[in-house]
C-alpha cells in the first residue's frame, strides 16, 4: 500500500515564473489605467439609441438580381485572390522552409529564417499599400499582398514542423544508401504532410478575412464593394455585402473543418 510520502509531489514554482506573472499583472493593470476607457459613455442611453438608429440604416437588405450578380462576381474574387495567394504561399513557403529548418546549415537557417521574419511581420494591409503602387488597383495587388505574408507565416510553420519531424524514418533510409534528397522526400515529408495541409488550410481561412478587408484600400473584391457603399452612404447595399462576407466566411471554414478531419482519420 502506497502512503502519502510515495506520491509524486508537484515541482516548487521557480521565481522566475512569478516573476513573469507579477509582470504580465502589472502589464494589464498599466494598460487599464493607461488607456481612457470611457464605459459610462458607451454604454449610455443616448449612445444604444444611435447605435440602434444606424443598424436600422442597413435593414432590408438589397436583393435585386442585378446587385447580386454584382455582390457575386466580387465574391468570386475575394476567393479567387485568398485561394491563389495561399497557394502560392505554400509553394514558396515549402521552399524556404528547407534551409529555415537548418538543413543547409547554420548560416542559411539564420538567413531564411530573417526573410521570413520580415516577411510575416509586415501586414497584409501595408503590402497592398505598397503593391498598389507597382502592380495598380484590383485584385492582383491583394492576391500578392496575401502571399507575401503567407509565405512568412506557413515558411515557419513548414520549416519547425521539419525541425520536430522524427527523424528515425529518414535516418533508416539512409542507413540503407538512400540519397539524402529521396530520404526528405519518402519519408519526412509524408510524417509532416498532414500537419502542413492543416497549417495551409488554417491560412487560407484566415487569408479569406483578410482578402475582404484588403479590398479597403482598392484592392478589389467584396471589401472594395463594402467600402464603396459605405462611403455613400448606400446602407442597405452595404448589408448585402457584409452578409455575402459571412456567408463565404462560414462556407470556408465549414469546408476547412472537414477537409482537416478528413485528413486525421
Not at 521539419?162 to 538512400?178: D, K, M, Q
Amino acid at each position: 500500500m502506497r502512503h502519502e510520502t510515495d506520491l509524486p509531489q508537484p515541482a516548487p514554482v521557480r521565481w522566475s515564473t512569478w516573476l513573469l506573472l507579477a509582470g504580465l499583472a502589472a502589464l494589464v493593470v498599466g494598460s487599464f489605467a493607461s488607456l481612457p476607457l470611457k464605459w459610462r459613455d458607451f454604454f449610455s442611453s443616448e449612445a444604444m439609441a444611435s447605435t440602434l438608429d444606424f443598424l436600422h440604416g442597413f435593414a432590408p437588405p438589397e436583393l435585386s438580381p442585378g446587385f447580386l450578380s454584382k455582390v457575386g462576381v466580387a465574391t468570386f474574387e475575394t476567393l479567387a485572390m485568398s485561394a491563389i495567394g495561399t497557394v502560392i504561399a505554400a509553394v514558396l513557403g515549402f521552399v524556404l522552409a528547407l534551409p529555415a529548418s537548418g538543413r543547409l546549415g547554420p548560416v542559411a537557417r539564420n538567413l531564411t529564417r530573417g526573410v521570413l521574419n520580415v516577411l510575416r511581420s509586415i501586414p497584409e494591409l501595408v503590402w497592398a499599400s505598397i503593391l498598389l503602387i507597382a502592380a495598380g488597383l484590383g485584385p492582383f495587388a491583394g492576391t500578392l499582398a496575401l502571399a507575401f505574408h503567407t509565405v512568412g507565416v506557413l515558411g515557419r510553420l513548414f520549416a519547425d514542423a521539419f525541425e520536430n519531424c522524427p527523424p528515425l524514418p529518414a535516418a533508416t533510409l539512409r542507413i540503407n544508401g538512400v540519397q539524402p534528397t529521396a530520404a526528405f522526400l519518402y519519408a519526412t515529408v509524408p510524417q509532416c504532410s498532414p500537419q502542413m495541409m492543416s497549417y495551409t488550410l488554417y491560412r487560407w481561412e484566415n487569408n479569406i478575412r483578410a482578402a475582404a478587408i484588403l479590398g479597403v484600400v482598392g484592392a478589389g473584391g467584396l471589401g472594395q464593394m463594402l467600402k464603396y457603399h459605405l462611403s455613400l452612404f448606400q446602407m442597405q447595399q452595404a448589408a448585402t455585402v457584409i452578409v455575402a462576407m459571412l456567408l463565404m466566411v462560414a462556407s470556408v471554414d465549414g469546408l476547412s473543418y472537414l477537409l482537416r478531419r478528413a485528413m486525421t482519420r
